[in-house]
């Protein structure tokens, strides 16, 4: 396995459900992000993770509940969520972990739809 | 705030036409790097320019960096079906990369 994974590819659940995304990397990198992408909108930055430390929190409502054991995996854990949540999230790594701006790696996305 | 403005939002064109998109922004980046990102996956790098002024050529894309830095074009040569998807700019700011609002472009056969 190569590049970014996300698991699953498709979730879909209830307002009252709590499930968690996965990602997985297999670059070596010390940065781990989380975004989503809603239709019109520009990619949104939720978290950053450098060293398995959280560096940036951008506003995110706490119904979402990020977790980076390590460097090569990252979890978004999800509860009690709206439907305007109904996005596709991606995760994406990069090399430098100190925080300067490099490029990043994306995974497929998660297709969440919240009913 | 940082934003870029991508222009189209949308392009439906024939194959073997030209196109080209912007990315434009009343900020200066060190750098500004395009992805594309087609249906169902992540985006893809395409390229990174830094330097102002700069023109990169991959195959029969052409990516511009305007002088100032503050803006960008993609230009597409005799576009293919393949080349169907959406494309996003990305600014390098102070702390991160900062993502336009994308292009999406459909290629007929």
């Given amino acids: 396995e190569t590049g970014v994974t996300q698991t699953p590819r498709h979730l879909v659940m209830g307002m009252t459900n709590k499930k968690s995304l996965k990602c997985e990397q297999h670059l070596g990198h010390n940065a781990m992000y989380w975004y989503k992408q809603s239709a019109k909108k520009p990619l949104e930055l939720m978290f ?4 398995k430390e959280q560096t940036e929190n951008n506003s995110v409502p706490s119904r ?4 980076c054991p390590n460097s090569s995996h990252l979890f978004l854990h999800l509860h009690t969520l709206q439907p305007e949540d109904s996005a596709l999230y991606l995760c994406a790594s990069s090399q430098d972990g100190t ?3 490099d490029t990043q790696y994306f995974g497929p996305g998660t297709r969440l739809t919240v009913l | ?49 830094v ?16 002088d100032a830095r503050k ?8 576009a293919q079906p393949g080349d169907t998807g959406l494309y996003l700019c990305a600014g390098e700011g102070t702390y991160k990369y900062i993502f336009g609002t994308g292009t999406r472009l459909k290629v007929l056969a």
């Fill in chain 2, 51 to 66: 330097t102002g002024g700069e023109v990169k050529k991959l195959k029969r894309l052409t990516f511009q960096f305007g």
């Fill in chain 1, 64 to 67: 979402f509940s990020p977790e």
């Fill in chain 1, 48 to 51: 950053v993770y450098n060293f």
């Fill in chain 2, 1 to 49: 705030t940082q934003l870029l403005e991508q222009s189209p939002q949308f392009l439906s064109i024939q194959e073997g036409e030209n196109l080209t998109v912007y990315c434009n922004s009343s900020s200066v980046f060190s750098s500004l790097q395009w992805y594309r990102q087609e249906p169902g996956e992540g985006p893809v790098l395409l390229v990174t320019v």
């Fill in chain 2, 71 to 78: 803006d960008s074009s993609l230009h597409i040569t005799a």
């Fill in chain 1, 99 to 101: 925080g300067a701006p």
